[in-house]
């Protein structure tokens, strides 16, 4: 297993960002370079956060799904998807799905004793393979509607690696009432700062592309948006009053919910 320390990725930074301790001394300086150009990155990091445990629960509590594929999770921080969804269905499934090994170690040792729940190590950009995997098929009923997450990763996939295929792909193999939760950082709303972070990201090595509204919009088609639609991540179904939230310019986030009807 080739564990690549010397080698920041993607997972391991937004671990750094998230103020936890899975991560090495090169994501540590990767993301203080990024942080260089965007110092609200914590927050925005933090807010996505909150949007998925928003709506993880949101699909739990008023869907009813029960199972979950967590694709480029990245390493376990607090409120991760099974922990949320479990607080209101002990039941609940979850899969969590990243291309970095360290995940894998950590991920599986944490989870050793939880049946429930499985880290396996896969890529969003073979989501073939990631549906094929024993454990997820272990896991996950396909007859049954599916939870279905890509937070925060599908700016990691590049627009030759066709991500609205790889969503497409995923739609296809879950039946109807199958919801979709992505996320996707954008340059929309702080430009500057923004396409400095997307410079920082790549002059270390880690593919980062941000999106428009209306690029990220475009990766649910086929899909029913879940009310309020795509929203900057702080403003979705947000249970703090508007004057205690961040500026959209300190989140720079979309995200939102798609079903399959």
């Not at 739990?60 to 967590?70: A, N, P, T, Y």
Request: charged content about 25%; hydrophobic content about 40%.
């Amino acid at each position: 297993m080739d564990l690549r320390t010397d080698q920041p990725h993607s997972a391991r930074m937004y671990d750094y960002l998230l103020g936890g301790k899975d991560h090495y001394t090169v994501d540590g300086e990767a993301a203080e370079k990024a942080l260089g150009s965007f110092p609200m990155l914590r927050i925005a990091a933090r807010e996505n956060r909150k949007f998925l445990g928003r709506a993880v629960r949101y699909l739990v509590e008023e869907i009813g799904i029960r199972q979950f594929l967590d694709l480029g999770s990245g390493l376990p921080t607090a409120e991760n998807v099974h922990q949320v969804a479990q607080r209101s269905d002990p039941g609940a499934r979850v899969v969590y799905v990243d291309n970095d090994p360290i995940v894998l170690v950590h991920g599986s040792a944490l989870l050793a004793t939880d049946e429930r729940t499985a880290v396996v190590q896969g890529d969003i950009r073979d989501p073939g393979a990631v549906l094929a995997h024993p454990k997820t098929r272990e896991l996950i009923d396909f007859s049954e509607p599916v939870g279905v997450l890509a937070v925060a990763v599908l700016h990691f996939v590049g627009d030759e690696e066709d991500p609205a295929g790889i969503v497409r792909t995923l739609r296809e193999a879950v039946p109807a009432g199958s919801h979709f939760i992505l996320s996707h950082a954008t340059a929309d709303i702080a430009p500057e700062a923004a396409m400095g972070v997307q410079r920082a990201y790549r002059s270390q090595g880690v593919p980062l592309t941000l999106r428009t509204r209306a690029q990220f919009s475009a990766f649910f088609a086929g899909l029913e948006l879940v009310e309020p639609g795509v929203q900057v991540v702080s403003d979705w179904r947000a249970t703090e009053p508007e004057s205690e939230r961040p500026s959209h310019a300190d989140v720079s986030w979309y995200g939102g919910i798609g079903r399959l009807a």
